[in-house]
């Protein structure tokens, strides 16, 4: 049976990959639940220590699936089907943003509505030119949900945030890397393997500081500039006891490449 979320694990990396295509990867309760579940294996699986979310077919996500919704209207329970996508989603984005590996996200196609929320949950992101970020809700009749909007007004600044959601808009993925909204421009033909690259190299790096300062940026919305300097403090004074800052240290000092193994 075709699994809706595939894991492939290499060495120290695993390729998270959407895996319906044929449904343009939209955000059912299938898919929502089987996404969860994967995340879930993610974080506990101590092999991994860098995530690449890809999808699998030129539709990066189709966003809501609106089969799942339509059928809610019609039985008088699109609440309930509303309510249960979107808790699935927001712990996922969660975890994503939370747990102690890399993420690094590649776009290479259609990006709408929930899909923006989990590609832009990663803490590295790659568009291509095939990458287009739709904004999908607005046009429904919904309301942006799983991060989107926290995500596009810390890229692009509340009014131009406000314009792409309220009109429907739509971003190409050079204008998202040149606006900030993903990390980086890759052309498609050569993108898999620079971002299998950037994650392969991402793994080998100090597991704990990495941690650290993801924590760092999760902590950054709403607090003053004294709270975010002590946040970072802390964070570098923790990091400063791992055996890799004292590798990292050592091997600056050497002139050597350093060597991270976690601890």
């Known amino acids: 049976m075709k699994q809706p979320v595939v894991i492939e694990k290499q060495d120290r990396i695993a390729l998270l990959r959407l895996n319906q295509p044929e449904k343009a990867n939209a955000y059912s309760p299938e898919l929502a639940i089987a996404l969860w579940e994967a995340v879930r294996r993610i974080r506990w699986d101590n092999e991994i220590r860098a995530v690449l979310l890809l999808a699998e077919g030129s539709i990066f996500s189709g966003g809501g699936d609106i089969g799942s919704f339509r059928q809610g209207i019609a039985a008088g329970t699109i609440s309930d089907v509303i309510e249960d996508l979107s808790a699935v989603l927001n712990t996922t984005v969660l975890a994503i943003r939370r747990m102690e590996k890399i ?3 590649l776009v290479d196609g259609v990006c709408a509505g929930a899909g923006i929320g989990l590609a832009l949950a990663a803490d590295i992101s790659i568009a291509t030119e095939k990458a287009l970020f739709v904004a ?8 942006p949900d799983g991060g989107s909007s926290q995500a596009v007004i810390e890229a692009l600044g509340r009014a ?9 808009g739509r971003i190409d993925g050079r204008t998202a890397a040149q606006n900030g909204l993903v990390s980086r421009f890759v052309e ?5 393997e620079e971002a299998l690259e950037l994650t392969r190299n991402l793994s080998t790096g100090p597991l704990r500081a990495q941690a650290l300062t993801k924590e760092v940026f999760a902590k950054m919305a709403g607090l003053s500039l004294t709270e975010y300097l002590e946040n970072e403090r802390q964070g570098i004074i923790e990091a400063s006891r791992t055996r890799d800052f004292a590798a990292g240290v050592e091997a600056f000092l050497k002139k050597e490449p350093p060597e991270f193994t976690g601890e």
């Open 103 to 105: 993420f690094v996200s």
């Open 136 to 143: 999908g809700y607005i046009g429904i009749g919904a309301v």
């Open 160 to 168: 131009r945030a406000a314009d792409f959601f309220l009109t429907n």
């Open 188 to 192: 498609s033909d050569r993108a898999l």
